[in-house]
């Protein structure tokens, strides 16, 4: 039964995310990366109130109110939605989710986030575990080491969402060096034993908030690199094509928050958490030069598409001249 719950649950919330991301970038054409950061600040603030506020339910009332008290609550917004929200029309789309997910940009764009909801699910069974062996912590301090990480990734994902819109050209380098900022974060979570660097608190929590920053600068110019590259090859401007984005954007997030935990957990209990962190970095480095390559090799074409134009163009008016003497 606890199995069917979840999966009905996890069906339920990927359905929210993908309509409420489709009509948020319909409705705020121009700024979608400024919205989506916005977002995502009440997702780390959700992060951050959860636990606690979980907590103290359990504590109080019972393994049962916690989710009796949020079904309720989630129950009581489907009326407000249904009133708020505006009815957008779409036309179905010309254009196959299939053929979306086989352009170059966007595959590696959909491995990038993968790898970063893989990184973020693996912190979920290992860290506490970690915590808890290597510190000693009291149960009840564990979950203050997560604020590090949804603090600075709420706080920092709006700031990161508006120069993606205002300034577009910066989106590259954040994808890029977020994920490469992501892997040494991961190296030095442990750290990692061949770095001779003693494992302390202040450092462990310093690294989480480091993480966070890079996971929002890595994570908010994703959508709207797709949704461009979408656009560039042909995909309608459209609430069919905003579907179609924001349901690859959840499936393979959802793959990552699936693959992350159980490839955490197990290599946590086969070679320790320092050694799995690394080896769980290694993905987002992998992704972050793999974007590296292609945006060198997609300026280096473009660079040289624009040499050849220009010398077509003076091919062009040489041979007009002898006809103009």
């Known amino acids: 039964m606890c199995f069917l719950v979840r999966a009905a649950d996890a069906i339920s919330f990927t359905a929210a995310v993908t309509a409420s991301s489709s009509i948020l970038t319909k409705a705020f054409p121009n700024n979608v990366a400024t919205v989506l950061g916005s977002l995502e600040t009440f997702s780390g603030l959700g992060l951050v109130l959860g636990p606690p506020i979980g907590g103290f339910l359990y504590q109080s009332f019972g393994y049962e109110m916690p989710f009796i008290i949020l079904g309720c609550i989630i129950l009581l917004m489907v009326p407000?939605?249904?009133?708020?929200?505006?009815?957008?029309?779409?036309?179905?789309?010309?254009?196959?989710?299939?053929?979306?997910?086989?352009?170059?940009?966007?595959?590696?764009?959909?491995?990038?986030?993968?790898?970063?909801?893989?990184?973020?699910?693996?912190?979920?069974?290992?860290?506490?575990?970690?915590?808890?062996?290597?510190?000693?912590?009291?149960?009840?301090?564990?979950?203050?080491?997560?604020?590090?990480?949804?603090?600075?990734?709420?706080?920092?994902?709006?700031?990161?969402?508006?120069?993606?819109?205002?300034?577009?050209?910066?989106?590259?380098w954040f994808l890029v060096f977020g994920n490469l900022i992501t892997a040494g974060c991961y190296i030095l979570l442990g750290p990692v034993p061949f770095l001779h660097i003693k494992s302390q608190l202040w450092l462990l929590v310093l690294v989480l908030v480091v993480n966070g920053?890079?996971?929002?600068?890595?994570?908010?110019?994703?959508?709207?690199?797709?949704?461009?590259?979408?656009?560039?090859?042909?995909?309608?401007?459209?609430?069919?094509?905003?579907?179609?984005?924001?349901?690859?954007?959840?499936?393979?997030?959802?793959?990552?928050?699936?693959?992350?935990?159980?490839?955490?957990?197990?290599?946590?209990?086969?070679?320790?958490?320092?050694?799995?962190?690394?080896?769980?970095?290694?993905?987002?480095?992998?992704?972050?030069?793999?974007?590296?390559?292609?945006?060198?090799?997609?300026?280096?074409?473009?660079?040289?598409?624009?040499?050849?134009?220009?010398l077509g163009t003076e091919e062009e008016r040489t041979a007009l001249l002898p006809d103009e003497i």
């Open 80 to 172: 407000l939605n249904m009133c708020i929200l505006p009815n957008y029309e779409s036309d179905p789309g010309e254009h196959s989710f299939w053929k979306l997910i086989t352009l170059p940009k966007v595959a590696l764009i959909a491995f990038v986030i993968n790898a970063l909801s893989s990184c973020l699910g693996f912190l979920d069974p290992t860290l506490s575990l970690f915590v808890l062996e290597k510190f000693n912590l009291p149960a009840g301090y564990v979950g203050l080491v997560f604020l590090g990480l949804a603090l600075s990734y709420a706080i920092s994902s709006p700031l990161f969402g508006l120069l993606s819109d205002k300034m577009p050209h910066l989106r590259k």
């Open 213 to 310: 920053i890079s996971s929002g600068m890595s994570v908010i110019p994703t959508f709207p690199e797709i949704l461009s590259c979408a656009y560039e090859n042909g995909f309608e401007e459209g609430l069919s094509t905003l579907a179609l984005v924001s349901g690859l954007f959840s499936a393979m997030w959802s793959v990552g928050a699936f693959i992350g935990p159980i490839l955490g957990g197990f290599l946590y209990e086969k070679i320790g958490f320092e050694w799995a962190a690394a080896i769980q970095g290694l993905w987002a480095l992998t992704s972050g030069l793999a974007m590296g390559l292609f945006y060198l090799l997609e300026y280096s074409r473009k660079r040289r598409s624009k040499v050849q134009k220009n």
